[in-house]
Each structure stands twice: as structure tokens, then as C-alpha cells.
């Protein structure tokens, strides 16, 4: 079974743009978790979308967005790009029920240059 | 908001130690989870732990849910050089739907 795919893998933007990433789950799972990791931090959550509704969001401003396609494919966008937003993106993906949920499997992460 | 304190940040060792890190929460949680991220990758999940006194392994990695559960912890037995890397734990509480990341142990293994 193929793991979580991201794409691209590198992005360099300049301020003041706009990027769309893209996430493909884990054939089969639903919900698809999005992070934010800054060198030398830990994962700082964005949202998750379940059934192409936002289900829980994080504590960024609304220059972040997101949604989910019905085949649970995932996008996130992020506006008006700052130097502060390079980091690695990180989506995650886990199946919906019991604690299944809570096992969350990782891509390997867009990196955001932004200058 | 939840937070979790993980402990060590870093961790220089020899090859062939063990190494003890672990994470505490100011709340109960109902799940425990450790990744391990290597430079330029995705985390990857170690070990799930989800009842209060479960101790799990996975070769020479061995976790388990504190008793109190507000606390985990992470053994592994003998590192060899591939063990260098970030370790996080995760955990869910039980007020809480949403995960909630430790900052990460970084392992380095000395020359």
C-alpha cells in the first residue's frame, strides 16, 4: 500500500505570494492532518479535514487554509506569504474509528522557502 | 492550551547505551504515541500505547504509559548509529479530540 505522497517536495516563493500544497493519503483514510514544523521545533498543528469538512484547526492566522476533496485528497493554502513561513509542511493521514484515529502516518514534507 | 513537556531536548551518547527520554502533561491522557523523524522526512510512528500501565516494544525500542497517565517514556536498549534523530512524543487527552506534540528529543550519537 503506498504511503502518504506530498508534492512538491521543495518550494522556493518570495513574500507577498501565494502557495498551494498537495497532500494523497493512505488509500482508504479519511482524515488528513496538516503541520507546521520550523527547524529546531516541534509539529505545530494547522487543521484536520474529515470528509471534506474542516474538523479541528490550530492557532494560525486565516492567511492558512485548506480543504479536502472527496476522494480525501487534501490542499492547503497559504496567502500573502512572510518570511516567517518557511518551514517544512508536514500532512499526516489515519483511518477514522477507534483508536485507528489516532495513528496518524506522515508524508515526507513540503519545504517552504520563502524570500 | 494542553501542553506537553518532553525531556531531554538533546542527548549525546555512545554507541551501545541505552537511552531513556519521556514526556509528562498537565491533564490525563487516554493515548500515547512516539515518533521517530529523521533529518528531511516525515515522523514515523514508533510505538501506540493506550492503556494506563501498557508496556510496549518494537525490537529494541520499548514504551510505556504511565500509571498517573500523564506521563510516558521511551527506552532503547544498545543505539546503534541509525537510531540518530528526533523523537516525539504524542499524546490525546481526554478533554481533547486533538493531538498534542512533546517538542522532540533530538538523539546524537557520539563519533
Known amino acids: 500500500k503506498a504511503g502518504v505522497t506530498q508534492t512538491p517536495r521543495y518550494l522556493i516563493k518570495t513574500r507577498g505570494q501565494q502557495v498551494t500544497l498537495s497532500c494523497s493519503p493512505i488509500?482508504?483514510?479519511?482524515?488528513v492532518s496538516w503541520y507546521q514544523q520550523t527547524p529546531g521545533q516541534g509539529l505545530q498543528f494547522l487543521f484536520e479535514y474529515f470528509s471534506e469538512t474542516q474538523r479541528n484547526k490550530g492557532n494560525f492566522p486565516g492567511r492558512f487554509s485548506g480543504r479536502q476533496f472527496s476522494n480525501s485528497r487534501s490542499e492547503m493554502n497559504v496567502s500573502t506569504l512572510e518570511l516567517g513561513d518557511s518551514a517544512l509542511y508536514l500532512c499526516a493521514s489515519s483511518l477514522e474509528g477507534g483508536n485507528s484515529y489516532n495513528e496518524q502516518f506522515f508524508g515526507p514534507g513540503t519545504r517552504l522557502t520563502v524570500l | 492550551g494542553q501542553q506537553l513537556n518532553q525531556s531531554p531536548q538533546s542527548m549525546f551518547i555512545q554507541e551501545g547505551e541505552d537511552v531513556s527520554m519521556n514526556c509528562t502533561s498537565s491533564s490525563i491522557f487516554n493515548t500515547w504515541l512516539w515518533y521517530k523523524q529523521d533529518p528531511g522526512e516525515g515522523p514515523v510512528l514508533l510505538i501506540a500505547?493506550?492503556?494506563a500501565g501498557e508496556l510496549t516494544s518494537n525490537g529494541r525500542l520499548t514504551a510505556q504509559f504511565g500509571i498517573t497517565r500523564k506521563d510516558s517514556f521511551l527506552n532503547i536498549s544498545a543505539s546503534i548509529p541509525s537510531d540518530v534523530g528526533i523523537y516525539f512524543c504524542?499524546?490525546?487527552?481526554?478533554?481533547?479530540?486533538?493531538?498534542?506534540w512533546g517538542a522532540g528529543t533530538k538523539l546524537i550519537i557520539k563519533p
Open positions: 500505547l493506550y492503556k
Open positions: 488509500s482508504g483514510h479519511r482524515s
Open positions: 504524542a499524546g490525546r487527552p481526554d478533554s481533547n479530540y486533538q493531538l498534542i
